[in-house]
């Protein structure tokens, strides 16, 4: 009948349309999907002011890859300066290729280094911060203390050092986990559709820790981006962690924790310092280094 033959033709439409729409850019669907530069910023602005009184100004993001964070905290004001450190020129010129015209005149006050976060001379910052885990490439404790012992000289008197751990009862599972992620809009304007972010534990070792894991990407359209990014890390404890911070040279090494909201049955998005906290199948926590 000519009606059915209408909606056939609608779906293809549709069909046709949310295809045009997909994003395959890994760049900008680890973005939608990984990243929460506004939230790591408020935090960080949160925590400093408690401990040193006052707003930073000056950010270095370690292991920037398109170097988001970076170019968040340079538009949240016109004081603000940041520096981006990665071995990795296609994904430092993604970013300042995508990300820096949307800056405008503020692109000015960021500073893009294609180098080793090891390597001494970079410029000093107030903050400085290894997110995404990244800092998990040290696979031995020397390694990850020389970084750490790297990042110390690199901070202003007063400085503090941000980085993220996972953990939980399930972390050293071999395992994959979908969640789906809702249509927005990336720093550079760009629509991003919704779409299915996929985190893949491949391979756990538990004589050294070493894991391996991907991401992959589940589009709209039907079409899978698989192991669009892959990790190969070992996965670090809370104590060793706060430990390598001190034996290189921090003062002190906190722990924060993202609070429970029981009547939501989920996080409550408030990271609090924790001494102590009931073990979950997953959780993701700040460790903080302070000079």
Known sequence: ???????????????????????????????????????????FQRVYKRKR????????????GTALLACEFVKRGPRNRAIGIDLDRPTLDWGRGRYLPALGKAAERLTLIEGNVLDPGHPKAEVVAALNFSYSVFKTRDPLRGYFAAVRKALLPGGLFFLDAFGGTEAMDEDEEDRKIPSSTAFDGTKIPKFTYVWEQAAFNPV???????IHFKLADGARLRRAFTYDWRLWTLPELQELMLEAGFAEAEVY??????EEDDTDGIFRRRKRFENQSGWVAYVVGLT
């Not at 006052?54 to 920037?64: A, G, H, I, N, Q």
């Open 1 to 43: 009948m000519p009606k059915n033959r209408k909606k056939e033709k609608d779906k293809k439409k549709k069909k046709r349309k949310q295809a045009k729409e997909v994003v395959r850019d890994r760049h900008l669907l680890y973005s939608a999907s990984v990243q929460s530069a506004d939230a790591d910023l408020d935090f």
């Open 53 to 64: 009184g006052k707003r930073f100004t000056t950010l270095r993001e370690d292991f920037c």
């Open 208 to 214: 050294n820790h070493d894991i391996l894991c991907h």
């Open 257 to 262: 924790v993202e609070g429970w909201d029981d």
